[in-house]
């Protein structure tokens, strides 16, 4: 069973010999702790290219206009904002038999294609190419009157909701993850108190760790749809 933020707290202290019966425990504080498990949060997400916890699939926040770009803050998942959204995986344009998956393009790509795709030479028509740029996502042509007020369905991965004094038994959202975070922690927490062997050694595990989560995660994406998916 997944660890609650004071348990984990409690093991990173115990493991750096700074537990609750050491009186010299000021240098690893509640605080610094909970920072440093939340870093780890955001490496995971930042570092495997799938977290299946934290994924999401938006098709009630963004509509079709006019426009070339389309923030972030416009998303949500299951219509709760509290997460920030980490990166965008695909994105569908809806409207019954006439829905389309968008092609993704790098964004060097996207720049070199569409170096003024607002400008009136371009015609309107159906969203069709897509690309990330920063905390938006871009999409061309320019949707055409005719092909207003559709569904954006956007796919994609949240950050993990932070950890914080007010959530002391609130579990992390990323499964399985808990022996991560604590690596982690534990090796900020001894190269705060200068123990370059150990916080090595526990980087190394860490970095293991991450490297097993990600080819598992590689694995599972496999299965749901990609090398091993049958051709419709």
Known sequence: MALGCSDLIAEVKELVGRGTNVVDSNLITNDRVMQWLNQAQEIIVEECADVPSLKFKNITSVDTTQKLSYPFSDLTSSDWTAPEVAYIADVFYLNGTDSVKLNYVFTDEFDVEFP???????????????????????????????????????????????????????????????EWLVYFSVAQAFAAIGDKPQEDSYTAKFNQWQETYKNKQTRLHMWEGNLYSDDL
């Open 116 to 178: 003024d795709p607002t400008h009136s030479d371009f015609a309107f028509d159906k969203p069709h190419w897509w690309t990330q740029r920063n905390k938006t996502i871009e999409i061309v042509p320019l949707c055409a009157t005719a092909y207003h007020n559709k569904t954006l369905r956007i796919d994609g991965i949240f950050y993990a909701k932070d950890f914080s004094s007010t959530t002391a038994t609130r579990v992390s959202d990323i499964t399985r993850a808990d």
